[in-house]
Structure formats: C-alpha cells, structure tokens
C-alpha cells in the first residue's frame, strides 16, 4: 500500500474516487471492506498525515493560507459587503478540509435535514440519517469535574456513537471564557434543551471537536478513515500529489452517458486510469461541479465558451452555492483573563507548543467551543411570530431568480424552519481570540491579532441563507482555480435575520457571568461599535462577514426539472455510472458546522453504493 507518486496505478479499478478528502476516504474505506473490489483514490494535495501542524489540533489555523495544505480559494468581491473579497480555506491534503479545519463538532436540526426530503430526494430525511451520525464517530466521555464544569446535563450518551473512527471529545483545557459561557445562558433563560443529536435543541452550550481524548491529536478522515489498517488493504490504492483534469465520458446507446475513467497528472506526467464499475467525485463544494464542467458536464454555453464538448447540457452545475456567513465584533478582555492573543507572543507560544509536546496539555489541545443555537421568534420582541411573518411576507421573495427552479420550493421550507422554535436562525460561537476583517482578506490577515489587548469574539452565523451563488470554471485550464461568488447578503432576509440576532450581542456582554471576564468601557472590533439599535446591527454584516467556511449545495440533490444535478443515488443526472459524494449535493444548508453532515453523507453513500452493485 503506497500513498506516493513513486508508482504508477494499475490500468483500472472498480471504483475510483477522485478526492482524499473527508467524504472520498469515508466510501474509499467502506467499500475496500470488501476484498473482492478494487478502489482507487487521487488526492490533488500530498500526504501529511504526520505533520504536527495538522495532529496539533491548536495549530490548525498555521495551515491555513499555506499552498501545501490550503487550496487557498478566494470569492469574487462581494457587491453587499462594500466590494470586499472572502477566504475559503479548503483542505489540500489527506484528510481534506477536516486535516486543517478548527474542529467543532456539532449536528443539525431535524427540520434542517427533513427540508431534503421535502425537495423530492426520497429517504433522505433525519430519522433515514440519525445512524449514520452515530455510525462516523466514538463520543469519548469527558469526566465528572469537566461536565459539572461545562454544564453538560442535556449530553444523552445514548444517542453518541459507540465504535465510529472519529473520535469526539471535550477536551481538558478550559479557561474562564468557556466554564463561564454555558452559566451566562442560563441565567438569560436560554439553556440548552436538549441534546444536539435529537435535532432538536436549541440555547447556549458546550460543543465537543474531533479530538482523540487519549493520543490529544486531532481526529480527522485522514487519520482515522484510512489508518494504518486500512492503508494495508492490497485492494485500496491512495495516489497523492495528482490533479484530476476531467472524467472520461463515454456517450452509449441508451442515452444515459458513461463514465470510463480519470485523466489526471501525476509528477508531470498525463495518465488515465479506467473504471470497471464507477466514478465518484469528492472533490468538494467547488472542485466537483469544477470537474463535471472540465469533463463537459455543465452548461453548454459556458462550456462552448471555453472550448469544451458539451455531453450532459445541465445549467445548474455549479448552482445554488450556499454557505454559512458569519458577522463578527470583538471585545476586549478584562486584564488577567487569558485569550488565544497571548500566543503572538513568540515565547509564550514557544512555551505552549514545548507543553503540547512534552505532555499534551494546555492551550494547544483545544477541545471545547462555545456555542449557542437560537430561533430568530425569540428576538423579535412581543408578537413575535406576527413580526416574523411580516418580515417573511415582506422579503421572502423578494429577488427570486427564475433561472432557478427550486428556489421557491426551499424558501417555503425555509420559512417553515424559521417559524420553529425547535429550529435556530443563528449560531452564535465565541472564537476565545481576536478577529478583524479590516487586516486583511486572507485568514493569516485577520485572524492574526493585529490590535494590541486579548480579545474574545462573539460570531454570528446564519444557519439557514437565503442567498445563493454559483461556482464555474473560467477556463478549460484544470489548474485555474474556479470563480467563486457565494452572493452573500444578496437576500435582504439574511441581513435582516442577522441584524435581530446581532442585536443580542450587547445583551449577552452585559450578562453576568461574561460580563466579569470583559474590560469595562474596554476596546472593541470594529472599533467604537455598539449594535444595540436595529440599524446599527443592520450594518455590521455588511463591515465585517466573513465565510464560516461551510460551503454546499453547488451540485444539489434534486430533480432535474428543480435544478438539481445528482438524484437521491448521487448519481449525476444523464449518466450512468458516475456519483458525487461530498458537501456539493446538499441541496439545503444544515445548521452549525457541516463535518458530521458530510461525514453522515459519505457513510450512507458507501451503503447506497453497494446496495446498487446487486
């Protein structure tokens, strides 16, 4: 079993899967369970699965920007956010973007996923999904002290995974910021109620990240997925350092078109391996509709643009990007309470990084986030529902785009989800460290403290946009990286939800006990700004969003009359034998952070997969 580019893959295999990333290892290990079939898997980025800037799970943000870990994409710049460009760190690695990401594991909402089901994609539902959120992961109980001190009541150990490779764990290392966060909640009458995985809670709490509890390394699909017992199968090969150019198409009598290989590069030199059995691309939100379109799968207008054979004429590859943006205002911390900040400090970091490493304690073991999930009824003040529906009523449709055929149909699920208090609008994250947008567009800019003080920073994400986007290649060029535009804020409800919730954060500043842990009149990100009055709120989305890098959706799993590229198989509409399994066929955003989602996805896919080889 080799993970390099020293030897050349055989001529063909059962399935290849183009991707090493979170979803492409997930289907590459559970279909070499079976012996009798044959898997390959082409990752673009290299194998650095002992590198400890990615076993160190407080070093993640060090390989972010960096060309040997981050495919460093970038949006085209925003027309709602004052013509301002927005990261997107992609794992370009083994492991994908769960090798580099921050870790926070967290679930969805039940009406989140049922939406799926309701736009035509049958047995894709939360009950349908429920086990496969269990089956991805071990939940690593934290102790008695760490419980009390986190207020982990709502925890149901029943409901956590028992035998999954990702390991889920809460970590030793906590300050003032997170035991005090869970006790501020409550005493505004906003405890969590209930466990995230019955889909149903909602209120401020304590999330877990995917950390093994014992080894203080991070868990991702890379190390776990394709450990060493997997990576000794003689039936699963992993060739790394190779950029896949296109999927060989074949057209066939029936109409239907066949895949029938890989063309791809690998140590400068052009090869193509063929597929006995599949194709599956799980290249990511925007590498996989990239790839469809390079191969002649996409709009035939744009891809005549740039010289490509159009085989399968689908105008929504590449359609309805969807993703998680998140506003952010920072606020300094009283003195003597310690804040991520402290380590641009080369000699504290120096000193942390000799802990982790000698003992594996202290700041850089991370482990626990602070979060909180709240319906945007809750912030409209009395009459809320009436207000909410005013505001539904006003905006909802406000800018539909035609070209679109789904979009009704998702908004009035998403109308729905808003009108749930069993649902949230937004989820709150406290980031224990400094963020300012204004440094800089690239992460290493604005995520690097850049104003004197520590600082905790409050995030509000939208769980459920209203905007859409779109990502298409720009030249026939498989190493120009797309044009990604996400459209943030383009739907005025975004903002206008944000806005309400954005609100709130003065409230949650001036309640005990967080308030003890800020400096009172102390210093804040953007400078000066207080968001108690609704325009005031309004305006802070558009000055500081920034992506909470949870892109989906761009090849959705729906009909093709709703504009859909995949069905409820991940088959691509047209053809025969060639799935995408990744965060691309959501075809509605889930709340909080998307890893469970993908990984939950990618295992009930290998099931679909060997369902259909009967």
């Not at 290892?25 to 369970?33: D, N, Q």
């Not at 800019?445 to 409050?458: A, C, D, F, H, I």
């Not at 990604?484 to 005025?492: N, T």
Request: glycine fraction near 8%; aromatic fraction near 8%; include cysteine.
């Amino acid at each position: 079993m080799t993970t390099n580019t020293a030897a050349e893959p055989k001529d063909s295999y059962d399935y290849l899967i183009v991707g090493g990333g979170t979803a492409g290892l997930v289907v590459a290990s559970r279909l070499s369970e079976d012996p009798n079939l044959t898997v390959l898997v082409l990752e673009a980025g290299a194998n650095r699965l002992s590198d400890n800037r990615i076993t160190t799970p407080g070093l993640a943000l060090t390989t972010w920007d960096d060309p040997n870990f981050d495919w460093q994409f970038m949006t085209t710049p925003q027309h709602a956010l004052n013509g301002r460009k927005v990261a997107h760190p992609r794992g370009k690695t083994l492991g994908g973007s769960t090798a580099i990401h921050l870790g926070l594991m967290s679930y969805p909402s039940k009406s989140g996923i049922d939406g799926w089901e309701e736009l035509g994609n049958k047995g894709w539902n939360f009950n349908t999904l429920r086990p496969y959120y269990k089956k991805f992961h071990t939940y690593c109980p934290p102790s008695k002290e760490v419980q009390n001190l986190l207020a982990l009541d709502y925890m149901d150990e029943a409901l956590q995974g028992t035998s999954g490779p990702i390991k889920v764990s809460f970590g030793d290392f906590h300050g003032p910021l997170q035991k005090d966060w869970p006790e501020t909640f409550q005493r505004l009458n906003k405890k969590f109620t209930a466990d995230p995985l019955t889909g149903v809670g909602h209120g401020g709490h304590s999330n877990p990240a995917s950390i093994d509890s014992k080894s203080k390394t991070r868990s991702h699909a890379g190390s776990d997925y394709y450990r060493p017992e997997v990576q000794n199968r003689e039936n699963l090969r992993v060739l790394t350092e190779a950029l896949v150019e296109k999927v060989v198409l074949e057209k066939s009598d029936n109409d239907l078109v066949a895949a029938k290989g890989v063309r791809f590069t690998s140590g400068g030199k052009p090869q193509i391996v063929h597929a006995n059995r599949e194709v599956i691309l799980a290249a990511g939100t925007f590498q996989s509709p990239q790839i469809l379109e390079l191969s002649g799968v996409g709009s035939r207008a744009l891809l005549e643009q740039h010289g490509i054979e159009s085989v399968v004429d689908n105008p929504f590859v590449g359609e309805n990007l969807q993703d998680h943006a998140v506003a952010t205002l920072s606020f300094e911390a009283a003195d003597g309470i310690p804040t991520g900040d402290i380590l641009r400090d080369s000699q504290i970091f120096a000193a942390a990084l000799e802990e982790y490493n000698t003992s594996k304690t202290g700041f850089l073991t991370a482990g626990t986030y602070c979060s909180a999930y709240m319906p945007v009824v809750d912030f409209l003040g009395q009459g809320g529902e009436a207000k909410l529906m005013e505001l539904l009523d006003e905006y909802l449709h406000s800018n539909a785009r035609s070209a679109f055929p789904a979009q009704k149909q998702q908004y009035e699920i998403l109308r729905k989800t808003l009108q749930s208090r069993d649902d949230s609008s937004i989820h709150y994250i406290m980031a224990p460290f400094q963020i300012n947008v204004h440094a800089g567009a690239k992460p290493t800019e604005y995520l690097v403290p850049s104003s004197e003080g520590n600082y905790m920073t409050l995030c509000a994400a939208l769980n459920h946009p209203f905007s859409r986007g779109s990502v298409h290649i720009t030249s026939a060029d498989p190493t120009e990286k797309p044009r990604i535009d996400p459209k943030y804020l383009s739907h005025p409800l975004d903002n206008e939800i944000l806005a309400r919730h954005v609100q709130y954060m003065e409230k949650l500043v001036a309640a005990e006990p967080l308030a003890s842990l800020l400096k009172t009149g102390g210093r804040r990100i953007p400078a000066d700004k207080h968001v108690g009055e609704l325009d005031e709120a309004r305006s802070l989305g558009p000055q500081t969003i920034t992506s909470n890098f949870h892109p989906t959706g761009t090849c959705a799993m729906m009909s093709p009359e709703l504009g859909g590229v995949v069905n409820e198989r991940l088959m691509v509409h047209g053809t025969s034998n060639l799935r995408v399994v990744d965060a691309s066929i959501i075809p509605l955003e889930p709340r909080g952070t998307i890893q469970s989602s993908v990984y939950a996805i990618a295992e009930r896919a290998a099931d679909i997969i060997r369902q259909d080889m009967r």
